[in-house]
């Protein structure tokens, strides 16, 4: 099992704390220290089975001053994770071949059980 984390975010810690309750084995990826590239953010959202505009946290600063309302590309969405990891959405749990956004913190009992 893998998690795409931010220490930081409430969230992520909570889904990781679930995780690590199971006593199952984990790989933990700080991604704002360790930035996921291009083709690691591709095979991300064919797991999760969603558009790259879906993975894009709304609510930043970032998102909302240079990003609301504008219609991208996908490729052009990817390059925007790419410069700013902050508006990836998180904690990205990845188990196999199935993922899932750990929103709220207990939807990783999905990937689990």
Do not use: T
Not at 87 to 107: C, M, Q, S
């Amino acid at each position: 099992m893998k998690i795409y984390h931010n220490p930081r975010c409430r969230k992520s810690r909570e889904a990781l704390k679930i995780i690590e309750s199971k006593k199952i084995s984990i790989e933990i990826f700080e991604y704002l220290k360790k930035p996921i590239n291009k083709d690691e953010l591709r095979s991300i959202l064919k797991l999760l089975k969603i558009s790259a505009e879906d993975l894009i946290r709304k609510n930043e600063s970032i998102y909302k001053q240079n990003y609301k309302g504008k219609k991208l590309s996908n490729e052009k969405w990817l390059e925007v994770m790419i410069s700013y990891p902050i508006l990836i959405e998180r904690p990205i749990v990845i188990k196999d071949n199935h993922a899932l956004i750990g929103r709220p913190p207990e939807k990783v009992l999905n990937l689990i059980d």
